[in-house]
């Protein structure tokens, strides 16, 4: 009971982490996107 | 106000009409309530008695699917010939176009309701002529809610890409309450527990739900429809 | 100045967390009916407060948009919706793992947990609406409206809920009963304080994601019209 116990409290803190750090890593590679994005069409703005 | 009314219920009028010359989303909506019922008796395979515990939810899922048809018509059946845009321009204030809007589209659901109702005590042996005006109750305050949301909801995705997906995903979350009181209120009334209408929480809360979104709705359709 | 700023607060939120799971680990005992598995109550409750405070700050910026129209209360809005619904899931998932040893389920149709799906696949309806409109005002006040209506929608279910389901198997929130021991009452708020700051770290983040998209959208405007 308490091996299983602790190895479920083990599942809930990982998983609150692994979904924070998903949603980190999707803000990064949004942000990535975005940024580049952004480099791209101030260039080209420039250029005309 | 009086005058808004007026507009609301020539909107009413007009959309009832119009409906009721094509019977476009009518038929299309009692049909696939009808599609349904037949489906769910082959869904759950059971005694009759037990029958009577699931019987409530069993209607209001129906009914519940057939609202979201109609009222995905709602404000789209204006789109064709920018019907809609002449509406807005037009010198009538936005809450009584929206207004006119569910009250034609809570008629039109009630006509599905009372079309399946007698089917569905057909096909599953539900005594329900003895309790009609108490469930006629429920119905009305229910139906209200789930049309008066629609609406809103409608109006909202009106120009949204992927709308016919895009209402349903919005509206069942938004409804949830109201069909939990629904379907409860329902099963209880059909499986003859004694339920007093004018004293039960559930009923108090399908009241309370019908006039928050009713006024929340009206007051912010103007946001909607005049952007 | 605003990458530092966001950076500060997340690295402090962090800190707080870690220190916060050095005392829940090592100092604090097993809660005494539940055993080890008690310790949940961490991140479970703390994350569905964060989330609440974070759907308060979205309906507040919803109705501030609709006001103002001011596209920064739209950004604000969204960025606040998505961390409540981050935060609304590690509620749903913490609670189903504790559930699982506690009740032997994964899920009971109970008062609050049913309240808290709900009010996520709201948020999700939100977040799924946003992406299909592509017009800025028609998606600020579109998506205004839709939180306004979710937010509303809250109080109802979960009276809903509570007329259906008196018998519930869900602990009394210690919030209403007040019944949990002194010990345990630092941990418990620091978690609230370390998870709304990281959430307010994450939310500056989507902030500025949101404006730079607003920039980047009036430059293609701006591209087409030469």
């Known amino acids: ?48 | 106000m009086t005058g808004g009314i007026r507009a609301a219920i020539s909107i009413a009028k007009k959309d009832l009409r119009t409906e009721f010359r094509t019977k476009e989303s009518i038929n299309a909506s009692a049909s696939f309530a009808l599609v349904i019922l037949v489906l769910f008796s082959f869904a759950f395979d059971i005694a009759r008695e037990e029958f009577y515990a699931i019987s409530g939810g069993l209607l209001w899922l129906v009914y519940s699917f057939a609202g979201a048809m109609i009222v995905n018509r709602s404000f789209a059946r204006e789109l064709p010939n920018d019907c809609l845009d002449v509406l807005i321009a037009s010198p009538v204030p936005a809450w009584s176009i929206f207004l006119g809007k569910a009250v034609a589209a809570f008629v039109l659901l009630l006509c599905v309701e009372l079309l399946s109702l007698p089917v569905f005590g057909l096909f599953y042996n539900i005594r329900w002529l003895g309790v009609f005006w108490p469930l006629f109750a429920i119905m009305m305050l229910a139906t209200w809610g789930i049309t008066v949301v629609g609406a809103g909801l409608s109006a909202l995705t009106v120009n949204v890409r992927l709308r016919e997906l895009m209402l349903p995903a919005l509206l069942y979350p938004l409804l949830i309450p109201v069909l939990i009181a629904a379907m409860q209120l329902t099963t209880a009334l059909l499986g003859s527990d004694p339920v007093n209408l004018a004293t039960d929480s559930e009923m108090r809360l399908l009241l309370v739900f019908d006039i928050v979104y009713t006024s929340l709705a009206m007051y912010l359709i103007e946001f909607i429809l005049v952007l | 100045m605003r990458e530092k700023f966001t950076y500060a607060l997340g690295l402090g939120g962090l800190l707080l967390m870690i220190y916060n799971l050095h005392t829940i680990f090592t100092v604090l005992p097993d809660e005494a009916q539940q055993g080890a598995i008690g310790r949940m109550l961490f991140i479970h409750v703390p994350a569905a407060i964060a989330a609440y405070l974070f759907y308060t700050i979205a309906v507040v910026s919803s109705i501030a948009f609709l006001i103002r129209r001011n596209f920064a209360w739209d950004s604000l809005a969204v960025a606040c919706v998505e961390v409540g619904t981050v935060f609304t899931f590690v509620n749903l998932v913490t609670g189903s793992l504790w559930g699982h040893v506690i009740w032997g389920i994964w899920w009971a149709w109970d008062a609050r947990m049913t309240t808290q799906l709900m009010c996520f696949l709201l948020y999700l309806g939100y977040l799924l609406l946003r992406p299909a409109v592509s017009e800025p005002t028609q998606r600020g006040v579109m998506s205004a409206i839709l939180a306004i209506f979710a937010f509303a929608d809250i109080p109802i279910v979960i009276m809903a809920i509570r007329i259906k389901d008196i018998r519930t198997q869900h602990p009394s929130p210690v919030l209403e009963t007040g019944g949990l021991d002194p010990t345990w009452w630092p941990p418990f708020l620091i978690g609230i304080v370390a998870l709304a700051l990281i959430g307010s770290a994450l939310m500056l983040v989507r902030l500025h994601q949101e404006t730079s998209q607003r920039e980047m959208d009036s430059l293609r405007r701006e591209l087409h019209a030469i």
Do not use: P
């Open chain 1, 1 to 48: 009971m308490d091996i299983t116990n602790l190895r479920f409290l083990f599942y809930g803190y990982s998983a609150a982490w692994i979904i924070v750090i998903g949603f980190v890593l999707l803000l990064v590679r949004r942000g990535r996107r975005i940024d580049r994005e952004l480099a791209r069409l101030k260039a080209l703005v420039e250029d005309r």
